[in-house]
């Protein structure tokens, strides 16, 4: 079996192939934009610099690895950019899955094809919605959550119009260790960790600290998805989370107190977003019945991995 891993060497890439190269027998080819860093995945990983916004160069690229099973990770991932360049997200999220479905549709191939949602597609959900089901309205609220709608239907019309087995699903916020900055965990682990290094005075800004999220360890979600591509069906779209909500408060908490330094909470105006859900989690159980998965990385031991992270790339 050859996977090929679309944004493998970003986040949740770097985690699959890890995974899939650990956990498996499968050969791993992932995609990464021209220029981007390779060097902290496997070296089993075979990796290629291309930007999967040219269709010719896309259709060529399948031609030549002939995957077996297509992760579709790469895209622009954080909501506070879709707001300052709205097209720019729309066009890379949207152009590069379809490049891809177009592409397979030329060669005349089938292999199996994860797209991935996002938890954001749900929008502004209402108390009486929650937990959030597959069937749930979705009414995005930023631009990225209409790019991810976008792919998700995207992924949908190719099944339904072509027969490509698309499986898509909607992960939940999911955390851990080698994740950007620009999201909320990283955001407190890396200002704790300069703290500590003394590069930092003992303060962390933040934002909205109300609202509450469906948190899962990064290595829980990348394992859902395997298992999404192995044993869920086709035409199938599934959410892949806790179900437990958590305050962002709580995590911030739980992140303070594996520092044994005293640190002071500022409110930051500046990462304030135009519009937030104040509360989202999901109901997995289609997912779990589908293929067996739970998560199994405590929450507390998630948030300990992503500390211990930057305290390392602040001491390199």
């Known amino acids: 079996m050859r996977a090929l891993i679309t944004g493998v060497g970003g986040f949740a890439g770097s985690h699959l192939s890890d995974y899939l190269l650990n956990q498996t027998d499968w050969q791993v080819v992932g995609c990464v934009l021209p220029g981007w860093?390779?060097?902290?995945?496997?070296r089993r990983v075979t990796c290629l610099e291309m930007d999967l916004r040219g269709r010719e160069a896309v259709r060529a690229m399948l031609e030549q690895v002939t995957p077996d099973v297509i992760f579709h990770l790469a895209a622009q991932a954080f909501v506070p950019v879709s707001?300052?360049?709205?097209?720019?997200?729309?066009?890379?999220?949207?152009?590069?899955?379809a490049n891809i479905l177009d592409g397979l549709v030329k060669l005349g191939a089938k292999p199996g094809v994860m797209v991935?949602?996002?938890?954001?597609?749900?929008?502004?959900?209402?108390?009486?919605?929650?937990?959030?089901?597959?069937?749930?309205?979705?009414?995005?609220?930023?631009?990225?959550?209409?790019?991810?709608v976008a792919q998700d239907f995207l992924g949908l019309s190719y099944f339904l119009s072509h027969g490509l087995p698309v499986v898509r699903v909607r992960p939940f916020n999911h955390i851990g260790p080698r994740q950007a900055e620009g999201f909320v965990a990283p955001a407190f682990a890396k200002q704790i960790a300069l703290i500590e290094a003394g590069q930092q005075e003992p303060v962390i800004r933040v934002g909205n600290l109300?609202?509450?999220r469906d948190f899962s360890d990064v290595r829980d979600v990348v394992r859902a998805y395997h298992l999404a591509v192995t044993r869920g069906q086709p035409g199938q779209v599934y959410n892949i989370?806790?179900?437990?909500p958590r305050a962002v408060k709580a995590l911030l908490e739980t992140l303070l107190s594996l520092s044994a330094m005293p640190i002071r909470v500022e409110i930051d105006p500046a990462r304030m977003r135009p519009s937030d859900t104040p509360v989202a989690y999901c109901d997995a159980s289609k997912l779990r019945a589908a293929t067996g998965w739970e998560p199994r990385v405590?929450?507390?031991?998630?948030?300990?991995?992503?500390?211990?992270?930057w305290r390392v790339r602040i001491n390199k």
């Open 37 to 42: 860093d390779c060097s902290h995945l496997d």
């Open 83 to 97: 707001w300052q360049d709205p097209w720019d997200t729309l066009e890379n999220n949207i152009r590069a899955e």
């Open 116 to 148: 991935v949602g996002s938890n954001e597609e749900y929008g502004l959900v209402r108390p009486d919605e929650l937990p959030l089901r597959e069937d749930s309205p979705l009414r995005p609220n930023s631009p990225y959550a209409v790019s991810k």
């Open 210 to 212: 109300d609202v509450q």
């Open 241 to 244: 989370g806790s179900g437990q």
């Open 298 to 309: 405590p929450f507390e031991q998630t948030l300990r991995d992503v500390l211990d992270d």
